[in-house]
Structures are given as C-alpha cells and as structure tokens.
C-alpha cells in the first residue's frame, strides 16, 4: 500500500464532503475514520479506485456519526436529502482547507496539529508520536482547532448547498471561508518541516509534500521561497548528523553526502522566484542556504553575499535572532574581530549568543576566552546536540596540546 | 510547544503556606484534594496540554555499579537526603508563562481546611533532542 498516496487524496476527500454539506468538524472526524480503516484494510484488499472508495467510506461514517447523534436529528434529516455518493466534482477546495487550517485565530500547535491531519492526512496517533504527546492529548488538541476554526465563518463563495428546505437556517459555521494570509499557512508548514523527525513520521519529508501542493496551487513566490528553504535544507539532512547522532558543523561536513538534485531544484525554484522581484523571508534565508549549498568546500563560500543576505533578511524581519546568524557571517567576511563588533550590539541573553562569542573568540586565537564560553554556552543549550557539540569544543581548547 | 516538568518534592522544598502534613488532614480534606489533582490533570487532557504524571514512593534507594562480575552495590534509603521527589507531570505548553500559570494552579490544590496548601513546585523546561533545521543556519 502506498501510504503517501493515500495521504494525498485525504484533503480532497474533505472538501468533497464538505462540498456535500456535512460541516467542516464532522466531515473530518469522518474522514479520519476512512483513513484509520484505509490503513486497516488496504494492504491486504486495494480498491481500484482508491478515491471513491474513501469517499464513499467517509460518507457513510459521517452519515453514522450523524445518526447515532440524536441531538443533530435535524440535521439527519437534510443529510438523507443530500445527492448519493457519485463522482467528486472537478472543483478543487485543497486551499481553502490549508486556510482554514492554519487560520490566525488558531494556536501555532493547533494549525500545526490540524494542518497535518486535515490536510497531511496523518492520523491522530501518528501525529501525537511525532509531538511525544500522548494520543488522547493530541486527539484533545485537534477538537478544540475544529471547534475554533468552525466559529470562524462561512463561505460565500460555496454559499447555501443544495436541498435545503426553506426557513432552515443556513449551515453557516465550519465552511471555507475567507482565502486567508498566505504567510500564516507558511508558518505552519515552516513549524512543521523544523520538526524534522521523531515518530514513525518523517515530518520535513511531510511539510516538504505540503508545500508542494499549495505550490502547485498557489503562485506566490513566498510559497516558492518557501519551499526551495526546505530542499536546500532537506539537501543536507544526511550530512548534519555523524552516525552517533552529534551535530556536524556545515564547515566540516562531507559534501559529497549533500542531495545534489535536491540542492539544483531548490536553486531553480528558488531563481525563478527571485526573478519575480517580491522578496520576502523565506526566499531570503533560501538565498542563504542557496549559497552555502553552491560552495564546492567551505572555504569557498560567498560570505560577502550572504551578509548582504542578511542584510535584507533584517530589513524584512528585524529579528534578534537574524542579527545574531548576521554576526557569525560578518565574523567570515570581514574577520572575528569584525564579528564579535556586530555581536557586541546584540542582546547578551539571546539564545546562542554565548556560543557565537565562543566561536568567534576561538577564530580570533584567543582560546581560554573561547574554552569557557563554550562551557558557558553548553550550560545555556536549549537542546541535548547542542550541549554535547559545545561541550566538546570546550573539551577540545582545555585539553589542547595534552594528546 | 514546550515541555516542562513539574516537580512535587516529599522534602527539600521550602516550606508551603499551609504546611499541615496530610496525615493530620481528615479523610475528607485529603479526597478533596486527590481530587483536585485529578481534576487538574483531566482538565490539562481536554486543552491538549497533558503529556505524563506519577506519583513516587517517599523509600528509594541509592544503586551503583561496583565492578566487573559483581552485583550493584545498594545503601540508603537515607533519613537525611534533603531533597525527595514525591512525584511529578509532564505539560506540552505554548509558553513558559502558561507553564507557570498551571504551576501556579497547581499548587493551589487544596490541604488542610480545604485551603490552598501554596506549595513549591520545581519548573523544568525538557531539553530537546536536536536543534531545528532552519535555526542554525551555518549548520
């Protein structure tokens, strides 16, 4: 059974029920409930026509759910009046439900979450395995991004579907609604890619799927930004890590492990955007990752440009943290002490900001400064790769000349 | 999200408000507040925020290798250990300010005269395992 196949028919199989007028909470618990007996039955039985066969599966269990509500009797009762299962209509809603998904009103770990079971088409477990949550949680977190985004409004676009009686009020809630901010859905799928792999789910491979799609959907050089940040990354991902799992620096890493197809698509998607002269953060941190990608070792690497980079990204997201990346860069093109003169500017408490002095201390020959920043700076590490890479350095200053 | 642990000491907190040990609570006062915690860890459940909780036993001991080919030597448990962990919960938040908020729910739950105990629990974020991809990017 090819999963990510079935995976990818998940969002249109929503859109399609919705279409029905199921409202947008029932009709994706009831694709869920396809997808979980896809899973099941699949590999042993495959439906020819892999579609239809969730659509008619998924429509059958909203109409169960609806059933067995006795609340919703109403609701039954339009529900039998809506057209049988038949072919899915040509019409594509996928990037409503990207919207919908990643809808401002949400949190980032409820867009997160949503996204990846309404659009990925995970499934509940396998999206809490991904975030180390237990299942009921994750199920838990899932019901409130519906109940939010299903207050959220309705569509005028699909309007009154057909078969509604007169003096019924309108299915106004859950529908796809506005088109929504471009940047949001980024966000998300940016969250979701720097997840990277925990679970049985690789998720960069996930947001990496995703991002092509709403690619595929949407022209927006953002989007195309966006997705060339993840292939340069993505392009790397075998170098990064040493087989005992430690962290492997760019500047010592085995570039011959680097995805060149990956790297040439990144930087093909990523010229054509450019080309287009609407820059923006992602298409900006994928020039830099563009140029580190494209240098045959490290020494070659176009420093001077990727400040220049830099210097756009700052313009464009005035963010500590881009100003902090910027001094390292500054710290090659111009020397340490140039760089350690950018840090000096920065906020002391940011993140990595000791471990950037310990660095470019080291690189200006002062190593008992840069030994007990280090030490300094694997106390602060916000992760267990880090703490163990920046102890090491230190390691590796004290006990210089011993071995 | 973040992970943090919330840490439940027997010993070596500093001293609660309400600080009556339970065994002079009355059976009811201690229900209440097996209740409130189970209310508390139900609650964080449904917002999507719960990841583990377990309680301790007060008597542990202290285990440590002692060789090839020999057994582990043990000792303890040891009256005078100043700091016993009683138990712990795990919560996947959005932010350190709501970790602190449900810390502070936490140890509101209520002891003797069904009043809030105000005890000290210890705050601490999880490490992760990795960095993010995009977030070094000289990396």
């Known amino acids: ?29 009831a694709v869920q409930d396809a997808l979980v007996e896809a899973l099941r039955v699949w590999p042993a039985d495959q439906p020819r026509d892999a579609k239809g066969w969730l659509i008619t599966v998924a429509w059958r269990k909203f109409l169960d759910a609806t059933r067995a509500d006795a609340a919703r009797r109403r609701r039954e009762e339009r529900v039998e009046e809506e057209p049988a299962p038949g072919p899915a209509p040509a019409v594509d809603d996928t990037l409503q439900l990207y919207f919908l998904c990643a809808h401002p009103s949400l949190t980032p770990a409820s867009a997160v979450a949503l996204t990846l079971r309404a659009v990925g088409g995970l499934t509940t477990r396998q999206i809490a395995a991904a975030y180390l949550v237990p299942e009921a949680t994750m199920a838990q977190r899932i019901s409130r991004a519906k109940r939010t985004v299903s207050d959220v409004g309705v569509s005028p676009a699909l309007g009154a579907p057909p078969g509604r009686r007169l003096g019924e009020k309108p299915r106004a809630r859950g529908r796809f609604d506005q088109p929504g901010d471009v940047a949001t859905v980024l966000r998300v799928l940016y969250l979701v890619f720097n997840e990277g792999y925990s679970g049985d789910v690789d998720l960069a491979a996930e947001a990496i799927r995703l991002t092509r799609e709403l690619a595929a959907r949407i022209d927006h050089p953002e989007v195309a930004g966006l997705l060339a940040l993840m292939l340069l990354h993505h392009a790397r991902r075998a170098a990064r890590t040493a087989p005992d799992g430690s962290l492997v620096p760019l500047a010592e890493q085995d570039r011959g492990r680097w995805d060149t197809a990956l790297i040439a698509e ?43 980079w830099y210097d756009e990204l700052t313009r464009l997201t005035d963010s500590p943290v881009v100003r902090l990346n910027r001094a ?41 400064t840069a030994a007990r920043l280090y030490a300094e700076a694997a106390h602060k590490a916000p992760n267990l790769a880090e703490r163990t890479h920046l102890t090491r350095q230190a390691a590796r200053l004290n006990t210089r000349g011993r071995h | 999200m973040a992970k943090y642990l919330l840490l439940k000491h027997y010993r070596g907190a500093p001293d609660p408000v309400n600080n009556v040990p339970m065994d002079q609570w009355s059976p009811e006062e201690i229900s209440a507040h097996m209740q409130y915690m189970n209310d508390f860890a139900a609650r964080l459940e449904k917002t999507g925020e719960f990841v583990d909780g377990k309680a301790l036993a007060p008597e542990g001991e202290w285990v440590r290798y002692d060789g090839e080919g020999r057994p582990p030597v043990t000792d303890g448990p040891f009256a005078e250990t100043k700091d016993l962990i009683a138990g712990w ?40 395992e990795k960095p993010s991809t995009t977030e070094c990017p000289h990396r």
């Open chain 1, 1 to 29: 059974m090819n999963e990510v196949l079935l995976r990818s028919l998940i969002p249109s199989v929503l859109t399609v029920l919705v279409r029905r007028g199921a409202d947008f909470a029932a009709a994706e618990d």
């Open chain 2, 89 to 128: 919960m795990i919560i996947d938040v959005d932010s350190h300010e709501r970790a602190v908020e449900l810390a502070g729910e936490l140890s509101a739950a209520p002891g003797k005269d069904g009043k809030p105990i105000h005890e000290w629990l210890e705050l601490r974020p999880f490490l992760t």
């Open chain 1, 328 to 368: 390292v860069a500054v710290g090659e093109a111009d020397g340490p002490r140039a760089g350690l003169a950018a840090l000096a500017e920065l906020d002391a408490s940011l993140p990595r900001h000791t471990a950037v002095a310990a660095y470019l201390h080291e690189r200006d020959g002062d190593l008992a």
């Open chain 1, 266 to 308: 990144g930087i093909g998607i990523l010229q054509r955007a450019l080309a287009r002269d609407r820059l923006g953060e992602f298409q900006a941190q994928a020039a830099i990752a563009a140029l580190h990608a494209d240098a045959p070792t490290a020494e070659e690497t176009d420093w001077v440009q990727i400040v220049e």
